[in-house]
């Protein structure tokens, strides 16, 4: 195996500002235990993976007990482990060896609402007089007895949904068993920010915030305005769905939040270096919202939204479009980019439909991903180049799918299992004659002992460009400065210190020419690509990038 080198220096409290996390969705890591599923044993098995290919930190999907109705994102009880994937003491045990590994370990947390079986919501329906009646939004009918307003589900039909004991409908953005909490209401926020403290107190360095701007509703109930058609935009939720239709303004993204948010973060104060992620959800004001969200130094220290994650094509101008378009809407945050998560098309397909050489364009893609300003979150099986897989009806989990199908075939096409062994039972995963979703034969020839070794594979690139990103400051805390595209050429600086790096990249199947910049500089090695430079012209063959430093 080869193994390239890592810093021994422990982070200090800013370790998150250009950190690589790797984001593991435990029910498809690796399962421990025969029974088809992921569990917590497994991804402890697996950490030498992650801390080979260079990773700063893990993110663990949530692996709370749940109904999983939505797979874990549907909660009922925030302070332990799900019996599917191990104990407290599994966890524990997870995170000694992560730190022994220099691992940071993040999870995520679903606190904009939880599953109806959490024992607040069965509380809190028993009736409107209960000390938690006020804990999740409920709602009188109309005279008419319909929803109090137009409010949509993301996973489709209204958000409200009518409870025959209270006599009131109830708010759930996702699905029906996904009540919303009324963070409005002081308890609730106190007994969530409990929930943060209790995993600190266990050892976990940091969280990923779901649906982080979902977390406050209106509090009268104002129905959202039609969004026109030109501004429909499929980022947050497919293109099938009429939740594309409406502006939300009043169903979240409410200014409320800001207060909590700076609850949160000296919540996560009172520990020494703890560092959150909050997931964005909204197509037309993403990045302003992240903007606000990561001000001032005491809210969220960054945040993520779907421009790198939107079915639109990457391109060289995209790139620069999102660039810009952050600095401008977050001036003082921090973003965390990823091209892939568990709950979009795979990268290498979305973008690459038509490529006819996609190990160059994964290669090509990652490295792009990994000299941007910010944080990145690599997704697993991304570092494999592993495509998304076509799941057949009668295979599908996920209700998302099951409700869009066949337009939309929902996401477990990106949550198959890793594939660790190409001559293994189910590619090494799992032992169980049948694992939760099918494995493809694709995704099988392309596993970890398939490529481990081999110096032009997909893996081992993400290995060695993780090893060059840290050999270079910039690349993680550094300032970006775009110079104009030319032609299928990106080209941008990344500026620290004394340290300028000049970054190429030729997004195009096709060789392509561009020149440097004045000044003098010296190609820099150790990052994969071959490129060739004469006089001042350099020639980047198809999918190919050079980087060079000023000197």
Known sequence: MTVYPQTTEAPDADWWRGAVIYQIYPRSYQDSNGDGVGDLKGITARLPHIAALGADAIWISPFFPSPMKDFGYDVSNYTDVDPMFGTLSDFDSLIAEAHRLKIKVMIDLVISH??????????????RVNPKSDWYVWADAKPDGTPPNNWLSIFGGSAWA????????????????QPDLNLHNPEVQDALLDVVRFWLKRGVDGFRLDTINFYFHDKELRSNPALAPERRNASTAPAVNPYNFQEHIYDKNRPENIAFLKRFRAVLNEFP????VGEVGDSQRGLEIVGEYTSGGDKMQMCYAFEFLAPDPLTPERVVEVQ???AAAAPEGWACWAFSNHDVVRHVSRWGSDVIDREGFAKL????????RGSVCIYQGEELGLTEADIAFADLQDPYGIQFWPEFKGRDGCRTPMVWDDHATHAGFSGAEKTWLPIPVEHQLRAVNVQQGDESSVMEHYRRFLAFRRQHPAFAKGDIEFLAVDGAVLRYFRKLGNEVVLCLFNMSGDESTTELPSGDWSLLEGHGFQSEVIDRTVRLPAWGACFARHT
Not at 162 to 177: G, K
């Open 162 to 177: 009518w409870d025959p004991t209270r006599m009131q409908y109830y708010l759930h953005n996702f699905l029906t068993s």
């Open 324 to 326: 810009h378009a952050f």
């Open 365 to 372: 893609l990652a490295s792009i991903l990994l000299t941007q």
């Open 273 to 276: 270096a703890i560092a959150a």
């Open 114 to 127: 939880s599953s109806d079986q959490h024992a607040w919501f069965v509380e809190s329906r028993s009736s």
